[in-house]
């Protein structure tokens, strides 16, 4: 009798055992579905940003890059006086700052490069460095490190 207790109680542990098994393959195989599912999305979210971003740039920088070249090249070859070119320059110049606005919104837009690759405090001292390089205007620093400030 014990005998076939023991059968019965080794059965009934298989059977937990199974269950449980089974159950976590179960959960194993939602769980890899649900990964799947989400990588697919990321991806399809990095496409959409692709296309986004090449919209922007062909569209926006690619347009306002044409107007100088063509702006430039009348000024060039029309025989203009001096008036005229200077007026072609300042128009130049207009669709320029449009496209360096253009250029840092869509790179601002991109991600923090800076920060990930040289840390706050470089990246604080680098964009004061082109800063200063592009105008007249003399910086002076006195600025603590604030690499550690932020956890």
Not at 91 to 119: F, K, M, W, Y
């Amino acid at each position: 009798m014990s005998w076939i207790l023991a059968k019965l109680v080794a059965v009934l542990f298989v059977g937990i055992g199974c269950f449980f098994c089974l159950a976590r393959l179960r959960r194993l195989k939602q769980e890899r579905s649900e990964l799947w599912a989400f990588s697919q999305r990321l991806l399809e979210a990095q496409e959409n940003e692709r296309k986004r971003l090449a919209a922007e740039l062909h569209g926006n920088l690619g347009q306002n890059l044409l107007i100088i070249k063509n702006r430039a090249e009348l000024g060039l070859t029309s025989g203009t006086t001096g008036l005229a070119m200077a007026e072609q320059l300042k128009a130049i110049s207009e669709v320029c700052s449009v496209a360096l606005d253009e250029t840092r919104r869509t790179a601002h837009n991109l991600g923090p490069h800076h920060l990930e690759q040289l840390g706050l405090t470089k990246a604080r001292d680098a964009m004061i460095d082109r800063v200063a390089a592009s105008t007249s205007i003399h910086f002076e620093r006195k600025l603590e490190p604030v690499d550690d400030l932020f956890g």
